[in-house]
């Protein structure tokens, strides 16, 4: 017999369905910002993103919703593409746009050809240094808060890869430049810092005036909805367009077929056989485990010859048989 409901007992809330939404942030939001709204339209607070966008940005916010948001961690390690303005012949404390102008030069008499060689010279394996206004911690701290406090900070460099760096338009304005860019480039590599070294290499200085993602891996910005249109949606009464969990794995991984046996012992957090060759090629560290369904049962990776999980999204059901 069921026993009665407890006055004022509240029943959990519904597992929501797991997917991702490619959300086009608006300019002068913060991804945090994004996340908090996507907590209402999802009604669930199982909800967060795959990559920080700063709140100048716009363009490509990957959201993970319920269990997707254990994907999140192996999307946010995958190469982003941007499409940028970069102003030579200021300075500014932040390198972009939104931090103070400390230093005009004249940049008139930059060649296209100079442009070219200090583009060319910022492209492949490149150590950076990120801006001194990034959320890198230092000493446990923020260095955006440390500079805000009046520290003059400067963070170590650190190895980045600038795939593609390529010069889309080049604007002349009195004594000023504006550079239209794209740049391909490794996770953790700031495309404003890119616009500071750019200036730097030209001996005029610069930063970013505009910044839009357009791709995180193979996810681009033609899958993207733009905030306001996610909310007419959820507002009318629609469903949020998720990528389904499965899809969305094998976007940015390989994919490793299951039968219903292998999937209920990975349920159980039990390892099955796999040659590691052919399941993880080339540099893929992980991949999914598909089930019969199509449904992703899985994180995989490589372990003592067999095929381990890193991460379960559909735990054994109770009273189930291990194998």
């Known amino acids: 017999m069921t026993s009665p409901k407890q006055p004022g007992s ?26 908090s709204r996507m907590r209402r339209l999802a ?5 967060g993103h795959a990559g920080t966008l700063d709140p100048m940005a716009t363009g490509v916010l990957i959201i993970g919703i319920g269990k997707a948001t254990k994907l999140l961690t192996y ?10 303005t970069v102003r030579l012949g200021q300075s500014t404390i932040t390198d972009d746009a939104e931090g103070e102008c400390v230093e005009t030069v004249d ?15 910022l492209t492949g394996s490149v150590l950076q240094v990120p801006s ?33 760096f390529d010069v889309l338009a080049v604007r002349r304005e009195g004594s000023l430049v504006d550079l239209d860019i794209s740049v391909t480039v490794s996770s953790g ?3 404003r810092a890119l616009a500071r070294d750019l200036g730097s290499a030209l001996g005029v200085g610069g930063h970013l005036t505009a910044l839009r993602r357009t791709a995180v891996g193979d996810i681009g910005v033609g ?24 899809e969305a794995a094998q976007a940015v991984m390989p994919a490793r077929a299951v039968t219903e046996d292998e999937a209920r012992a990975l349920g159980f957090g039990q390892s099955i056989e796999g040659a590691g060759a052919e399941v993880l090629p080339g540099e893929h560290p992980v ?23 890193a991460v379960v999204f559909a735990p054994a059901v109770p009273g189930a048989q291990a194998q």
């Open 10 to 35: 509240r029943q959990p809330r519904p597992e929501p369905t797991p997917g991702i939404v490619v959300v086009d942030k608006p300019a002068g939001w913060t991804s945090h910002d994004v996340v």
């Open 43 to 47: 009604q669930t607070k199982k909800v």
């Open 75 to 84: 999307i946010v390690g995958h190469g982003k593409t941007y499409e940028a």
């Open 107 to 121: 940049a008139s008499a930059v060649t296209d050809s100079q442009i070219a060689d200090a583009v060319a010279g």
């Open 132 to 164: 001194s206004v990034s959320a890198i911690k230092v000493d446990g701290q923020r260095a955006y808060k440390r500079v805000r406090e009046g520290e003059d900070v400067v963070l170590a460099a650190r190895p980045v890869t600038v795939s593609a």
């Open 189 to 191: 590599t700031y495309v």
């Open 223 to 246: 899958r993207s909805t733009p905030l306001e249109e996610l909310e007419r949606v959820v507002d009318g009464g629609g469903p949020l367009p998720l990528i389904p969990l499965a």
């Open 287 to 309: 991949c999914v485990a598909i089930d019969p369904h199509g449904d992703a049962v899985a994180i995989l990776q490589l372990k003592a010859g067999k095929l381990t999980p």
